[in-house]
T-cell receptor, first 110, second 114 residues
Framework: ELKVEQNPLFLSMQEGKNYTIYCNYS?????LYWYRQDPGKSLESLFV?????AVKQEGRLMASLDTKARLSTLHITAAVHDLSATYFC??????????FGTGTRLTIIP | DSGVTQTPKHLITATGQRVTLRCSPR?????VYWYQQSLDQGLQFLIQ???????AKGNILERFSAQQFPDLHSELNLSSLELGDSALYFC?????????????FGPGTRLTVT
């Protein structure tokens, strides 16, 4: 059974700082997604990573995928308050099911 | 706005009852996925339909069932409801099936069982 672990679960950081969220998964896959969820809202797709070494950037967020290490990272650069949300990674385990991580609740403090 | 619609937005019902949640996928999308999000279980995949056929099954209880109609909208039926079924239910859609296709999530239906 595919397991997806994120850490940290909670992250409180100051505006302007950099930080990284980690997503580890237990079986071979080269299809990984990052989503953002605001409280009480739906999931918004951030990044789609479909190969080893894939790196994508959008604004202050950058995601990468290392399929050999079974690891994806979501890096936040110079955090701003608007980035406060819960971030999920999700892995496609070749059985057409997405398995989601536990989520990282990010709070940016002014 | 993802283009995926779900109704109703909120649903409050009693234990033992049956409810139906409805999802309309984005125009052109053939796959519909159902997910349950709760505090204790997190986000869990329930079931997927592709062009009217069941394609993949996840942690869906026997009390729950779903179908996709010829116009591609989907319904999730929850019966003999229990307190633990209270959750946010999301529908997502994609053009195809499999992990190559990005899933777009609807706004969700918040179900409260009292």
């Amino acid at each position: 059974e595919l397991k997806v672990e994120q850490n940290p679960l909670f992250l409180s950081m100051q505006e302007g700082k950099n930080y990284t969220i980690y997503c580890n998964y237990s079986t071979t896959s080269d299809r990984l997604y990052w989503y953002r969820q605001d409280p009480g809202k739906s999931l918004e797709s951030l990044f789609v990573l479909l190969s080893n070494g894939a790196v994508k950037q959008e604004g202050r967020l950058m995601a990468s995928l290392d399929t050999k290490a079974r690891l994806s990272t979501l890096h936040i650069t110079a955090a701003v308050h608007d980035l406060s949300a819960t971030y999920f990674c999700a892995v496609d385990g070749w059985n057409e099911k997405l398995t989601f991580g536990t989520g990282t609740r990010l709070t940016i403090i002014p | 706005d993802s283009g995926v619609t779900q109704t109703p937005k909120h649903l409050i019902t009693a234990t033992g009852q049956r409810v139906t949640l409805r999802c309309s996928p984005r125009s052109g999308d053939l796959s519909v996925y159902w997910y349950q999000q709760s505090l204790d279980q997190g986000l869990q995949f329930l079931i997927q339909y592709y062009n009217g056929e069941e394609r993949a099954k996840g942690n869906i209880l026997e009390r729950f069932s779903a179908q996709q109609f010829p116009d591609l909208h989907s319904e999730l039926n929850l019966s003999s409801l229990e307190l633990g079924d209270s959750a946010l239910y999301f529908c997502a859609s994609s053009i195809g099936t499999g992990g190559l296709y990005e899933q777009y999530f609807g706004p969700g239906t918040r179900l409260t069982v009292t």
